[in-house]
T-cell receptor
Framework: GAGVSQSPSNKVTEKGKDVELRCDPISGHTALYWYRQSLGQGLEFLIYFQGNSAPDKSGLPSDRFSAERTGGSVSTLTIQRTQQEDSAVYLC?????????????FGPGTRLTVL | AQKVTQAQTEISVVEKEDVTLDCVYETRDTTYYLFWYKQPPSGELVFLIRRNSFDEQNEISGRYSWNFQKSTSSFNFTITASQVVDSAVYFCALSEANSGNTPLVFGKGTRLSVIA
């Protein structure tokens, strides 16, 4: 079956612009996660959605970052007024949520470059 | 707070050698889950194993084996008879209870290079 997909695969933007990154989780997965992978910082958790519960936003680095998940499926991560330090690979993962075994399936990521 | 430490930043071995990747974790939870993921040059993270804190039995899957020791808070990963295709960055990760469906705390990864 189809895995987690993310778009775009690459995004180059100018400092100060807003960007939207999209994640399509595996069908039926109720849990969705956003992580960021940058040089020197490894993989960092950003935000987590579980079913209809309020998302866990504890990993978002600033109020310029936000995410939503519509209809319990597709998620969009928005970064406003991008800064050069936002350059990273943004990874999305999904899992079967509370009913599953905890394995998170990762998408290929979106490489964001802020000039 | 939870923390995962992978002290080895980079390892280089010659094909057919055995190699062990170290992982040490910190958590206050009594129930937690440990994971290993592989990130090949293509970039996509591939799940390798999930282990819960109550199961200290070592596991073997082909050339891969995992040694979980609660007494030392370690979850080490050994590749036997390494191959060039094993070249990748390997991440150890930890999540708290709730069936492991909570965000993962990752180590910084170990880059393994297997030379032919």
């Amino acid at each position: 079956g189809a895995g987690v997909s993310q778009s775009p695969s690459n995004k180059v933007t100018e400092k100060g612009k807003d960007v939207e990154l999209r994640c399509d989780p595996i069908s039926g997965h109720t849990a969705l996660y956003w992580y960021r992978q940058s040089l020197g910082q490894g993989l960092e958790f950003l935000i987590y959605f579980q079913g209809n519960s309020a998302p866990d936003k504890s990993g978002l680095p600033s109020d310029r970052f936000s995410a939503e998940r519509t209809g319990g499926s597709v998620s969009t991560l928005t970064i406003q007024r991008t800064q050069q330090e936002d350059s990273a690979v943004y990874l999305c993962a999904s899992s079967m949520g509370l009913a599953g075994l905890g394995e998170q399936f990762f998408g290929p990521g979106t490489r964001l470059t802020v000039l | 707070a939870q923390k995962v430490t992978q002290a080895q930043t980079e390892i280089s071995v010659v094909e057919k050698e055995d190699v062990t990747l170290d992982c040490v974790y910190e958590t206050r939870d009594t129930t937690y889950y440990l994971f290993w993921y592989k990130q090949p040059p293509s970039g996509e993270l591939v799940f390798l194993i999930r282990r819960n804190s109550f199961d200290e039995q070592n596991e073997i899957s082909g050339r891969y084996s995992w040694n979980f020791q609660k007494s030392t808070s370690s979850f080490n990963f050994t590749i036997t008879a390494s191959q060039v295709v094993d070249s990748a960055v390997y991440f150890c990760a930890l999540s708290e209870a709730n069936s492991g469906n909570t965000p993962l705390v990752f180590g910084k990864g170990t880059r393994l290079s297997v030379i032919a």
